[in-house]
Each structure stands twice: as C-alpha cells, then as structure tokens.
C-alpha cells in the first residue's frame, strides 16, 4: 500500500506538474519561507536602533542570493524573475493605498503645499540636473551607446524617492512634521517621476520646442488633478453604497470586501485610462478613512485595519527582499566583468548626482515656503531640512522598475551600455538603501534631541498603527478636525494671510453641510434599525454597561 502510494505521487508529480511548472512551486515555496524568516529576525531586531526590517529583509535577499548563485554554478541569483507588473499592479498598490488611509490628515493637508511645491516643482528640478549632467558626463565615458532619451530617462530614475523606505526610517507618531512632508513628498514625487519617464519615452525627442516643454507640464497637470479626483470619487462611491447598503446587518465580509475590492480598483481604473495609479489610490486611501471607514460595523474597521495594514507590510517585504536577490542577478553583471572600473565610477557619479539634484531644491524651496508662514513653529529649520534632504536620498524598487523598463526586454539585455545603467541602479539603489536607511534614525536623534522631538509630536489622535486606542475613542483623525479653533476669516487680508487656515475653515462647513450627511463619517452615519451604526452604538453601550456594572459591584 505504501508502495502504490508512492507511486501515484510520483506519477502525479510526472503528469500535473510540469518541470518548469515544479520549479516555480519550489521557487514560491522558498520564497514564502524567506519573507517568514524576514519577519521572525525583523522582530527579534525589533529594539535595534540601527536596522529595520526593510533593510532586514534587503540582507538576507543578498544572502539567498549569494546561496543561489554558489548552488547553480554561477548562472542566477534569484528565484523569480523582475517583472514590472509584479510590481506595479499587485505590490505597489497595497503600500501606497495603506499609506494614504493611516497618514496623519491634519499634518499632510497643512503642508499639502509645500509637499506638492517639493514633490513636483522639486522632482522636475532634480531631473533637469540629473540629465544634463548624464549628458555631459556620460558621453565623455566609454560607456556604450546611449542616446538623448536614455539620458532623460536616467534622470526620471534616480529622481524617483523610495517612499516605501520612508515608511521604515521615520516615524510618524514622533516626527509628524517630517513624515508627512517626506512621505507626501514622496508619493507626489513617484507619480512625477513615472509621469516624466512616460513623456520620455513617448514624445519625439528629436524636435524638442518650447511648445514641447508646455505640453509636458500640462499634461503633468492634468494627470495630477484627474488622477486625485478619480481616487477621491472611487472612495466616496465605496462610502456611499456602504452608506446605503448596510452590508454589515447581514454580513461584515462584504463590508470588507467591498472596501479592499474598491480600493484595488481605483488603482486598476487608473491604469486603465493611462493616469497616475499612486496619486490615484493615495487619495482614495484618505477619503475612505474619511468616510467609508466610519460607515462599517466595528468589526469591520478592526478587520479592514489589519486587512491593509498586513497587505502592505507583506507586500515591502517581498519588494526588499526581492531587490537583494535581484542585485546579484548574474546575466547583467556579466557584460561589466572586464570592467568593474567604469561601473564603480558610473555608481557613484549617479550617486553624487543624486545628492546635489536633491539638495538642489530641498534648501531654496524650502526657503520659499518659509517666507509664506508667519508662525515660527510652522516654518521648517535648518535641522529639519537637512533630515529632509537626507530622509529622501533612498532610491528604491520604483527606480528599478523604471530601470528595467528602460534598459532592459522582458529583464534581459544585450548591450553593455544598458548593462552598465542596470548594475549601476542595483548599486545606487543597495547603498542608499542600506547606508542613508541606517543613518536616519541615529541622524534624527542627533538633530532633533528629545526635547525638540517632544515639541514636535502632534496632539492628533494615536496613528492606526495602534489599531486599539483609535477604536475605542474613534479616534481616526478626520479631513474636519483641522484647527477646530480656527475663527471664520472677517476680512479679505486675514484670508490671504492664513490661507491654509481659511480653506480649513471652509471646507468644514463644506463637509459638515453636504457630504458627511450624503457619505456618512464620524457622527454623521444615521441610527437605522439594523445599520452597521445603530449595532456598532448598541454593542458599545453594552460594553460600557457591563463594564460600569462590573466596576460597582467590586
């Protein structure tokens, strides 16, 4: 019996499961066991100042990596091969969207300004110095053949921050302030930097005009604002029919899924009519934490909380992890063998590029929107700029992806000039991930001792992070909870004065008047029998019942 047994697995391993179909099966298996043994080690690492679990996960990529490489002789490094659609349609959405529905609103639309003043005057600025330095450089280097649009494409690469990174080095409970410039900055910054690369690679470079130079600035505009409104309405389409549905009086799963589906398909619709999908699902991520979040049941908003939050964390492992077994990717490091010289030289003068397009807008922009603020407090020092500077110079999967999409067919190159421009990514990308990454949280500690970090702590609710006390308090910060205080503007000189304040105080009547009462949101979701409202107040009034009762009678 035994032996028949063994038989019918062998025979079905023979007849199911292809050779290379069994090797993809041994390849996911390995792979999932890696992201286990990255989470295990991240968490014991947990207390170290130094490492976090991105760069965790980006050490033991190169580990398996080298494994892999001495295992098969020397002909790969990886187990699955890079795919821009691995990447931008299943793991990048989760991590932006998770991103947009935890972010700390008061923060980001306080600085919404300055962040996009960073994220796309800022990034246009970095990729002009970038790519004229390429250019300049470049082609007094034996480096192959490259042309105009490879040259403009370097500079949409390496201006394309990591803001996945940013989510690991900064935190954003302690410095509210520098998270949601630097992450906003980063998000708006993803979005410019692959809207640039695509101008690149679809306009005709080869008759550049100032007409050409306009078109590209309106289409970026054009982008930004259709892609920001899409996500807006996707989310306030999931709020309304949860709104009306009541999904929650017969099943707490459809709430659930409705949310994670409509949060996908944002994302998905803007791909589908060529815009931006980060903007996209960044915005929908905040207006359904706005809305529809306050609409489900209370089991639900545990449940989607977890749902995101797990998503997302699973989703920048397997980036990290997969970008250190990629670095080691044998085929592209073949072509610089005879000269490992010119690409070392090539690394670090992207580096170094990277650097000065960086600091190239960080400090005068910076200085901008100083002189538009009239308090002290809410102007941005010299300390805080250079940790803004230094928090965006991690370069990151998005600057890979672009990479591949340049340099590469289907992740396999020919030519040493591209090789070269796919080496030197993996390089830069490796050393500013593992070496600015490890630095940024003993650099905040040094610039910002405890007592400034102690002032700079917002009075805003507990992050989602800390799925518990925002629960219990309902504590979701809201769109509406800006400068409560705030008087109405009485005259047009306090308006241009205070115009973030005034617009706060406008878009509260706004909300309060018209859309909460149509979307629902905190306190304005009615008390229908059934409703996920009236369950989620009747079971919380239960609880503090029983608990009240319980505290008497001891």
Known sequence: MVFNLGLLIGRMGSTTLATSE????????????????????????EENRWMNESITALVIGLCTGVVILLISGGTSSHLLVFSEDLFFIYLLPPIIFNAGFQVKKKQFFRNFMTIVLFGAV??????????????????????????????????????ATDSVCTLQVLNQDQTPLLYSLVFGEGVVNDATSVVIFNAVQNFDLSQITTATAFQLLGNFFYLFITSTL????????????????????????????????????????????????????????????????????????????HAFATLSF???????????????????????????GTSVEVSAILLGLVLVGRAAFVFPLSFLSNLTKKAQHEKIDF??????????????????????????????????????????????????????????????????????????ISSEPTTPKSFIVPL???GQDSLTDLDQNVPRPSSLRMLLSTPSHTVHYYWRKFDNAFMRPVFGGRGFVPFVPGS??????????HNLVDEVTNQTEH
């Open 122 to 159: 800022g990034t246009m600025i970095s990729f002009t110095i970038i790519s004229f330095a390429a250019i300049y450089i470049f082609k007094r280097m034996d480096i192959g053949s490259l042309e105009l649009g490879d040259y403009l494409a370097i500079g949409a690469i390496f201006s």
């Open 22 to 45: 069994y090797s993809s099966v041994v390849s996911m298996n390995l792979f999932v066991a890696l992201l286990c043994a990255c989470i295990v080690i991240g968490h014991l690492l």
């Open 230 to 305: 899409l996500g807006a309405g996707t989310g306030l389409l999931s709020a309304y029919i949860i709104k009306k549905l009541y999904f929650g009086r017969h099943s707490t799963d459809r709430e659930v899924a409705i949310m994670i589906l409509m949060a996908y398909l944002s994302y998905m619709l803007a791909e589908l009519f060529f815009l931006s999908g980060i903007l996209t699902v960044f915005f929908c991520g905040i207006v359904m934490s706005h809305y529809t979040w306050h609409n489900v049941t209370e089991k639900s908003r545990v449940t989607t909380k």
């Open 532 to 541: 996920p409202t009236e369950q989620s107040v009747h079971q919380s009034t």
């Open 472 to 474: 219990l308090g309902n």
């Open 383 to 456: 300390r805080q700029q250079v940790l803004i500077w230094w928090a965006g110079l991690m370069r990151g999967a998005v600057s890979m992806a672009l990479a591949y999409n340049q340099f590469t067919k289907e992740g396999h190159t020919t030519l040493t000039g591209n090789a070269i421009m796919i080496t030197s990514t993996i390089t830069v990308v490796l050393f500013s991930t593992m070496v600015f990454g490890l630095i940024t949280q003993p650099l905040v500690r040094l610039l910002l001792p405890p007592r400034t970090l102690n002032r700079m």
């Open 314 to 340: 699973i989703a920048e492992l397997f980036i990290f992890l997969y970008v250190g077994m990629d670095a080691l990717d044998i085929e592209k490091w073949s072509f610089v063998k005879d000269s490992p």
